[in-house]
């Protein structure tokens, strides 16, 4: 079956910076479009960033446009999410997502298939 996991994530103080991956199996990774999301404790999920099938194309939410960076390793079936100088307002927990159209959707009824998430927490 399918399987995201997610990993990377931790207790770091603000300005720091994490790197979160996520290890896909169980489908054809290099055909799926990859996002990641975020939630925070009495909020909405939120749109963090995307990246296409080919890794071509990205997306970044503007609340970290500039300081997170996603990216994608197909031969090892892997999305990052490189976090640089991080913000309180930035402590979640992070899902990783797959989107089978293979795009680089922001929505979060596009995607498939979801991790189970790795807790981020920025320290002021």
């Known amino acids: 079956q399918v399987q995201l996991v997610e990993s990377g994530g931790g207790l770091v103080q603000a300005g720091g910076s994490l790197r979160l991956s996520c290890a896909a199996s169980?489908?054809?990774?290099?055909?799926?479009?990859m996002g990641w999301f975020r939630q925070a404790p009495g909020k909405e999920r939120e749109f963090v960033a995307a990246?296409?099938?080919?890794?071509?194309?990205?997306y970044h939410a503007n609340s970290v446009k500039g300081r997170f960076a996603i990216s994608r390793d197909n031969a090892k079936s892997t999305v990052y999410l490189q976090m640089n100088s991080l913000k309180p307002e930035d402590t979640a927990v992070y899902y990783c997502?797959?989107?089978?159209?293979?795009?680089?959707?922001?929505?979060?009824?596009?995607?498939?298939?979801w991790g189970q998430g790795t807790q981020v927490t920025v320290s002021s």
């Open positions: 997502a797959a989107d089978r159209s293979g795009l680089y959707s922001t929505v979060h009824y596009q995607y498939d298939y």
């Open positions: 169980g489908l054809t990774f290099s055909t799926y479009g």
């Open positions: 990246i296409s099938w080919s890794g071509d194309t990205t």
